[in-house]
């Protein structure tokens, strides 16, 4: 089945720097990627998310670059804020309609103002 | 739209205990998925339901099943009840068809388990 490792599990930055979190997956057939955030208490807020057919999508200060043939795919968050503060996970599947999200570990991203 | 929403937010039990969730999609969502959150295993699949059909099962014992009602709406219970059944289970909604399954997801079910 697929695996999914992410890195960094704990990321501190200060305000205004910019966060990568990379993950790695190991199914060549996985060709959905999304982002999700987790804040205390909540459930995960997808962010961002890509497919195999493009190499890299941004919204406003967030991006997600996909490397098919190295299989690995980033997350890039600039001009990070407090409220970025939160846990971020990466995760894979198939775009079919009944795949399943496989999931990182999670990175805690800490922005210190 | 409203998002997807879980009933309870927290439970509380003993071992040996049963135990049902709830989960109510996003409105014209056909699938749900439910997840297992825990601080060692992270976030876990458990199954999945579509038109009141599981399409999609992960690796979890069978005491824990699941359900879909023909308004999409599902529940999942878990019985005879273990001190490891400790976790947050959310629900994940999403149009369920190929190009269309991005899965948002609700607040989650603390469950404790004592």
């Known amino acids: 089945g697929e695996n999914v490792e992410q890195h960094p599990s704990t990321l501190s930055v200060q305000e205004g720097d910019s966060a990568v979190i990379k993950c790695t997956y190991s199914?060549?057939?996985?060709?959905?990627f999304p982002w999700y955030k987790q804040e205390l208490g909540k459930g995960p807020q997808l962010i961002i998310d890509?497919?195999?057919?493009?190499g890299e999508k941004k919204d406003q200060r967030i991006a997600v670059t996909l490397n098919k043939t190295a299989k690995h795919f980033s997350l890039h968050i600039t001009e990070t804020q407090p409220e970025d503060s939160a846990v971020y996970f990466c995760?894979?599947?198939?775009?079919?309609?009944?795949?399943?999200?496989?999931f990182g570990k999670g990175t805690m991203l800490l922005v210190s103002p | 739209k409203a998002g997807v929403t879980q009933t309870p937010r927290y439970l509380i039990k003993t071992r040996g205990q049963q135990v049902t969730l709830s989960c109510s999609p996003i409105?014209?969502?056909?699938?749900v998925s439910w997840y297992q959150q825990t601080p060692g295993q992270g976030l876990q699949f458990l199954f999945e339901?579509?038109?009141?059909?599981?399409?999609n099962k992960g690796n979890f014992p069978g005491r824990f099943s699941g359900r879909q009602f023909s308004n999409s709406r599902s529940e999942m219970n878990v019985s005879t009840l273990e001190l490891g059944d400790s976790a947050l289970y959310l629900c994940?909604?999403?149009?369920?068809?190929?190009?269309?399954?991005?899965?948002?997801f609700g607040p989650g079910t603390r469950l404790t388990v004592l």
């Open positions: 409105s014209g969502h056909r699938s």
């Open positions: 994940a909604s999403s149009p369920g068809t190929s190009g269309r399954n991005t899965q948002y």
């Open positions: 339901y579509f038109s009141e059909t599981q399409r």
């Open positions: 995760a894979a599947s198939k775009d079919s309609g009944y795949s399943t999200l496989t």
């Open positions: 199914d060549s057939a996985s060709n959905y």
């Open positions: 890509i497919r195999s057919n493009v």
